[in-house]
Every structure is written in structure tokens, then in C-alpha cells.
């Protein structure tokens, strides 16, 4: 079974610039989240979808990030303008029903300068 | 609302020496309990998952964990531990209703020859 593929591995950008990430999740997975790993601390919570509506945005930085999954299956993350403390490791995981694990991307690292 | 504390933020052990990572949780609902290890580069790779039944839960690595109730903890634990038990451990939590997933801060387990 093919795991969780995120896009690009690494990326860095200029403070204000945007930039996107991509994330496809396993076939048939309900769930879809997006993670923000600073370095040095756990996970947060970005968004969580099911299928393609929007179950949790709270932590979402509205102002700035903004994040979609079209037809429930592949999602894309976008920040704009990026600061320079959007810099970490950005995390895609999903889920395939209520009582299962999440299964996590390799991450993609964005560097802000 | 849900949270995880992960008590010890780095853990330094010699090799073939037992270890112990200590996790609380706080929730206002029943939840499903996991440890996660991430090594460096790398996203977060499932050790081991309380669902429900048997308190004591066995992973991959030879770790093991404890559900405790009443204490609301959920420790993970390795009888001997090897170079390559090096990494950071976090330790989750899910709701079955929301699926939202919870994590700690991280444990950074060292372990020298």
C-alpha cells in the first residue's frame, strides 16, 4: 500500500513570498491533516478534514494560510505572504476511519529568509 | 477540549538500560492513546496504539505501553534499549468523535554506548 505523499521534501523562500505544499493521502482515507512542526516542539494542528469539508481550522492562521481538498482526496496547503516564523516542518497525515491510526508524510521543511 | 503533557523533554541513556517516557493526558471524553517516533528527517512513524481491551499494549522496537485510567497516563517503556532507539517520541491522543489528534511536546531519547 502506497503511503502518504507530500511535495516538495524541502523549500525556501524569501519572507512574503507564498508558496504551497502538496499532500496525497492514502486511497480511500476519510481523514486528511495538516501540521505544523516548529523545531523543537510537537505537532500543532493546522486543519482537519473529512473528505472534502473543513472539520477543524481553529489554529489556522486564516490571515495567511489557506488550505483546500478538492473531491475529498488530495489536499494542497498555501501560505501567503510567508513570515519568517512560518518556518518548520509541515505535516500531512490521514486516517482511514474512526478507530484507526493517522499515518504521516515524510514532511516538507520550509525555510523562511 | 484534549491536551497531552509529555513530562520529560530529553531522556540521556546507556545502551542495554531500561527506559521509561512518561505521558498524561487530560480529556473530557474517552480517547484513543498512541505513541508516535519520529527519527530525524522523518515524519512520525506508529509504535504502538491503545484502542480498547488490554491495558498493557506491546509495538514494534520491543516497546510496550501501559494504559492507566485513573491516572490518565499512558507511559511507554523498553526493557533494554539500543543505539538505534535514538530519536524523538511523542506521545497522542485522538477523540473517536471528532478524530481530532492531540500531541505532546516530544521526549528526545539518547541513548550512549
Known amino acids: 500500500e502506497a503511503g502518504v505523499a507530500q511535495s516538495p521534501r524541502y523549500k525556501i523562500i524569501e519572507k512574503r513570498q507564498s508558496v504551497a505544499f502538496w499532500c496525497n493521502p492514502i486511497?480511500?482515507?476519510?481523514?486528511l491533516y495538516w501540521y505544523q512542526q516548529i523545531l523543537g516542539q510537537g505537532p500543532k494542528l493546522l486543519i482537519q478534514f473529512q473528505n472534502n469539508g473543513v472539520v477543524d481550522d481553529s489554529q489556522l492562521p486564516k490571515d495567511r494560510f489557506s488550505a483546500e481538498r478538492l473531491k475529498g482526496v488530495d489536499s494542497t496547503l498555501k501560505i501567503q505572504p510567508a513570515k519568517l516564523e512560518d518556518s518548520a516542518v509541515y505535516l500531512c497525515a490521514s486516517r482511514p476511519t474512526a478507530h484507526g491510526e493517522a499515518f504521516f508524510g515524510q514532511g516538507t521543511r520550509l525555510t523562511v529568509v | 477540549a484534549q491536551s497531552v503533557t509529555q513530562l520529560d523533554s530529553q531522556v540521556p541513556v546507556f545502551e542495554e538500560a531500561p527506559v521509561e517516557l512518561r505521558c498524561n493526558y487530560s480529556?473530557?471524553?474517552?480517547?484513543?492513546l498512541f505513541w508516535y517516533v519520529q527519527y530525524p528527517n522523518q515524519g512520525l512513524q506508529l509504535l504502538l496504539k491503545?484502542?480498547?481491551?488490554?491495558?498493557l499494549v506491546k509495538g514494534i522496537n520491543g516497546f510496550e505501553a501501559e494504559f492507566n485510567k485513573s491516572q490518565t497516563s499512558f507511559h511507554l517503556r523498553k526493557p533494554s534499549v539500543h543505539i538505534s532507539d535514538t530519536a524523538e517520541y511523542f506521545c497522542a491522543v485522538i477523540s473517536p468523535v471528532s478524530g481530532k489528534l492531540t500531541f505532546g511536546q516530544g521526549t528526545i531519547l539518547t541513548v550512549h554506548p
Open positions: 480529556s473530557s471524553v474517552s480517547v484513543y
Open positions: 486511497s480511500g482515507h476519510a481523514t
Open positions: 491503545y484502542l480498547s481491551g488490554s491495558t
